[in-house]
């Protein structure tokens, strides 16, 4: 029986008046009540860890300070966390074949809620890295996770909107999470913001203990290679290394060319050997499926154009344009909020028109929107790049979850761990390697109005290749 003939045959019935449906992955049937509970905490935890990721940006000056620290050590506690999330999130892929859902989840989850409370009572630079590390690993199993449980809950109908909301809640905390952050490290210290965090995390986890449900197929036959494993750490982990000190170092010094050549390296091995092992970390064969190519190939545009351009514009405001620090954050939270907004509605429009209109709608209103930026001058109304980067965020919004929704329902339902990982490690590295690159071009270009205008136009010759892209391969519904 195919997978479609099997989604067929398993037709909701009802039980003590609640509509069951069946898990298309396990066949288990889980009630819209219980399903709708396992969202919320989805929801919850993905709110929490934006959050906390969000509000550390805000309180690493306070960090410094109290623990007497360089910038360079300071800037650890960040690139760390994405160097360890590198690190764990191919591994994801094995470990949702392998374990249940619910302890895996919940391992996860604990994992996060014990490093932010570790986290607050450090007194340490190398105590509170550590902290940051077990809150990446933690993190990195239960992202991973989300996208694939939310497919498996909603793969039958609602899948768009359901990741519309999931945008929503990793959204919605970047809106709040800088300014209630700077209230917190002011009145109560940077401690605090662990605590909040470590503490509501620790709620969500006592939560979804009796809640969360085993939705995902396993195997006691998959397999940990772990040579693959340990090529894709270090590919990972090179990479986003390499892409961190571009910019800050000399290119042809070991911290850049050395990283990001080592990184290749490995990643080249890895892909090499996942051809030609029994059981892949990673199943690559799915790239072989165009829609999800194309989808990461979106992601990682996207990706890469955001991050750029939400770290030049304060950047550009600060330095350039006169601004102080508060009104720059100000002006890029209307937004924030419009992006947050948005993710629900395109989800529904996805649900209802397919990938389509919106992939090359966004792309097409990302480029755009970003040619303004490309005529700044140190003069330029802080209100109109306000206004102009909240337009910008709906084209965002637009792309960024129904790409993903999209690639991950194209791929066989077995396949959908690897998939998530996939997306997940290539649209980060984008992401990380897009902002180094562009900031990069500014600074060549005289680290002035000027290298701005030329890092936004190279943005947006970017995002024709993906509007291009969107155009000829994402189908009509």
């Known amino acids: 029986m195919t997978f479609i003939e099997s989604k067929q045959s398993q037709k909701p019935h009802t039980t003590s008046g609640h509509k069951e449906t069946v898990t298309p992955t396990t066949g288990h049937p889980i009630t819209d009540r219980q399903r709708t509970a396992i969202f919320a905490v989805l929801l919850a935890a993905c709110i929490a860890g934006a959050f906390a990721q969000t509000a550390l940006t805000t309180a690493l000056p306070a960090i410094m300070t109290s623990l007497n620290i360089s910038a360079v050590l300071g800037n650890w506690l960040t690139s760390g966390f994405s160097l360890a999330m590198g690190v764990i999130i191919p591994a994801t892929a094995f470990m949702m074949k392998r374990f249940p859902t619910k302890p895996l989840f919940l391992t996860g989850l604990a994992m996060f809620a014990g490093g932010l409370l570790l986290a607050a009572v450090s007194t340490s630079f190398p105590l509170l890295m550590a902290a940051r590390i077990v809150q990446a690993l933690g993190s990195g199993i239960s992202l991973s996770m989300t996208q694939v449980i939310i497919l498996a809950l909603y793969a039958e109908s609602g899948v768009g909107t359901a990741m519309g909301f999931y945008g929503l809640a990793v959204s919605a905390a970047p ?3 800088p300014t209630l952050a700077g209230l917190m490290v002011d009145h109560w210290g940077w401690q605090s913001i662990f605590w909040v965090s470590g503490g509501i995390s620790l709620i969500v986890l006592v939560i979804a203990t009796p809640l969360m449900r085993n939705v995902l197929k396993t195997s006691s036959d ?8 340990i090529l894709s750490a270090f590919g990972f982990a090179g990479l986003q290394l390499g892409s961190s ?7 042809a010094s070991l911290e850049v060319a050395g990283a990001l050549a080592l990184g290749l390296a490995c990643l080249v091995v890895f ?4 051809f030609h092992v029994g059981h892949p970390l990673l199943q690559l064969r799915i790239f072989a499926v165009r829609d999800f190519t194309v989808a990461v190939a979106l992601s990682m545009f996207l990706y890469a154009v955001l991050i750029a351009g939400s770290t030049i514009l304060p950047i550009y405001m600060q330095q350039m344009d006169g601004a102080s620090v508060t009104v720059s954050a100000l002006s890029m939270l209307p937004g924030s909020l419009v ?10 429009v996805f649900d209802r028109f397919g990938i389509r209109p919106l992939a090359v709608g966004g792309m097409a209103l990302l480029a755009v929107t970003m040619v303004p930026f490309g005529f700044l001058t140190d003069a330029t109304p802080i209100w109109w790049i306000a206004l102009v980067f909240a337009v910008r965020s709906v084209a965002v919004a637009m792309v960024m979850m129904p790409a993903a929704t999209w690639g991950l329902a194209s791929v066989e339902r077995r396949y959908a761990s690897d998939a998530s990982a996939l997306l997940t490690s290539l649209r980060t590295i984008a992401g990380a390697l897009g902002s180094a690159i562009f900031v990069a071009v500014m600074v060549a270009c005289g680290n002035n109005p000027v290298g701005v205008n030329v890092a936004f136009w190279a ?5 024709a290749v993906g509007f291009v892209m969107a155009v000829v391969f994402c189908r009509k519904r």
């Open 245 to 251: 000190n571009l910019g800050v170092r000399p290119f």
């Open 175 to 177: 809106v709040i999470a």
């Open 339 to 348: 992006m947050a907004v948005s993710s629900p509605v395109t989800g529904r």
């Open 271 to 274: 892909a090499i050997r996942q």
């Open 222 to 229: 998959a397999h940990l290679d772990v040579l693959s494993f």
């Open 459 to 463: 943005m947006i010759a970017l995002t």
